[in-house]
């Protein structure tokens, strides 16, 4: 039987967010970023481990407490996001047919029924899929000056999310030169092998901390949550 195994890069510097502390050691409601982030993972039941790649260079992850059930954390995050999934993807030792959930620390506000609806649409799927949310809004090309240059046709277009759950044979394949810039997420490095992957109705709430004004609005969604709870 496969396992599902949650593997959570979270070795970046949040450059546009430009704090000294990184993004995923921002306190929401009095915990960092990625413990909530880590929270919705291991509190679900589908999901057997989860592996969390911080870098070697990190001050701050011993300076909190952690869940202690399923969570792993090794300290080989790389120069890029890709280097670092590849990292955590070696060091799992996962048979070729687990299921590895590849999850951005930065979007703390993945809700349990996304999360479950991704792992139940791609249970049977021969490629893995991932979260993913159609465009709504009109989208524009830009000049360098500025100026719409286009007005792009929207149809078709999603906004990739995580987690992105791919067999760990298949992605360990797909991520053997994880410095090629083509590979921006996990689907990316599936698609240069000419397998398309599922895409699975995702949430809008599931944005990823960027700038430090998306903060509030993770809180407030997070407190919301536990209103409604
Ligand atoms: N990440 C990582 N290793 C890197 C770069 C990024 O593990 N060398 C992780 C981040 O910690 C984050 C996720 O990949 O959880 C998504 O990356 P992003 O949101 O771009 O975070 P940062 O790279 O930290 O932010 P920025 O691009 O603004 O510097
Ligand atoms: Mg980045």
New binding site residues.
């Given amino acids: 039987m496969s396992r599902r195994i949650a593997l959570?890069?979270?070795?970046?510097?949040?450059?546009?967010?430009g704090t000294a502390t990184?993004?995923?050691y921002q306190l929401l409601h009095g915990r960092p970023l990625l413990a909530h982030t880590l929270d919705t993972l291991c509190d679900c039941a589908a999901i057997a481990r989860v592996l969390l790649?911080?870098?070697p260079q990190d001050e701050w992850f011993d300076l909190y407490r952690w869940p202690q059930a399923k969570l792993d954390v090794l300290r080989i995050?790389?120069?890029?996001?890709a280097?670092?999934?590849a990292n955590g993807l070696a060091a799992l030792q996962a048979d070729d047919d687990d299921w590895v959930l590849v999850h951005?620390?930065?979007?703390c506000c993945l809700s349990a029924d996304a999360l479950q609806r991704l792992i139940d649409t791609v249970a049977d799927d021969a490629v893995g899929g991932l979260l993913a949310q159609p465009v709504a809004d009109t989208v524009k090309q830009g000049s360098a000056a500025g100026r719409v240059s286009a007005t792009v046709p929207r149809d078709g277009l999603w906004l990739a999310q995580t987690p992105q759950m791919f067999r760990a044979g298949l992605l360990a394949e797909a991520l053997q030169d994880p410095a090629h810039p083509a590979l921006t997420d996990e689907a990316s490095a599936i698609e240069r092998l000419g397998h398309a992957p599922r895409l699975v109705a995702g949430e809008a709430q599931n944005f990823?901390?960027?700038w430090p004004g998306d903060l509030a609005l993770a809180a407030a969604i997070l407190a919301a949550r536990k209103d409604n709870a």
Avoid: E, L
């Fill in positions: 959570v890069p979270a070795a970046g510097h949040g450059s546009r967010f990184p993004k995923q790649v911080i870098s995050g790389g120069n890029s996001r280097q670092s999934v951005d620390a930065a979007r990823k901390v960027t």
